[in-house]
């Protein structure tokens, strides 16, 4: 197992930035792929990006392509989420995920119930 813990939340008018942090700590955190979801007021938990255990490959969902940037420092067991260009659709709670030996690709399509480590997550509230 593998406790995550986020922070850099807030809020930020439509067109900001804002980068989110996720510290790890448990289990060696190079054999996770990391990723990060998120879940507004009334939907269902979504993906966002995952980055593999060596930052060799990432995935992102189509609506922050070109707008999100994940990554990761494996000396420091951190994994950041650089958002740009904000909009008020990006409003949601965040969440750190962490699973096992697993592909930013394969955490691409994995339905939230197939994470097994997440964080308590962080608010972003993007303001139109």
């Known amino acids: 197992q593998v406790q995550l813990v986020e922070s850099g939340g807030g809020l930020v008018q439509a067109g900001g930035s804002l980068t989110l942090a996720c510290a790890a700590s448990?289990?060696?955190?190079?054999?996770?792929?990391m990723g990060w979801f998120r879940q507004a007021p009334g939907k269902v938990r979504e993906f966002v990006a995952a980055?593999?255990?060596?930052?060799?490959?990432?995935a992102y969902a189509d609506s922050v392509k070109g707008r999100f940037t994940i990554s990761r420092d494996n000396t420091k067991n951190t994994v950041a989420l650089q958002m740009n260009s904000l909009k008020p659709e990006d409003s949601a709670v965040y969440y750190c995920?962490?699973?096992?030996?697993?592909?930013?690709?394969?955490?691409?399509?994995?339905?939230?119930?197939?994470?097994?480590?997440w964080g308590k997550g962080t608010l972003v509230t993007v303001s139109s």
């Open positions: 995920a962490a699973r096992l030996f697993t592909s930013a690709q394969a955490m691409g399509v994995m339905t939230p119930s197939g994470i097994n480590n």
């Open positions: 448990g289990q060696a955190f190079i054999t996770y792929g």
């Open positions: 980055i593999s255990r060596t930052s060799g490959s990432t």
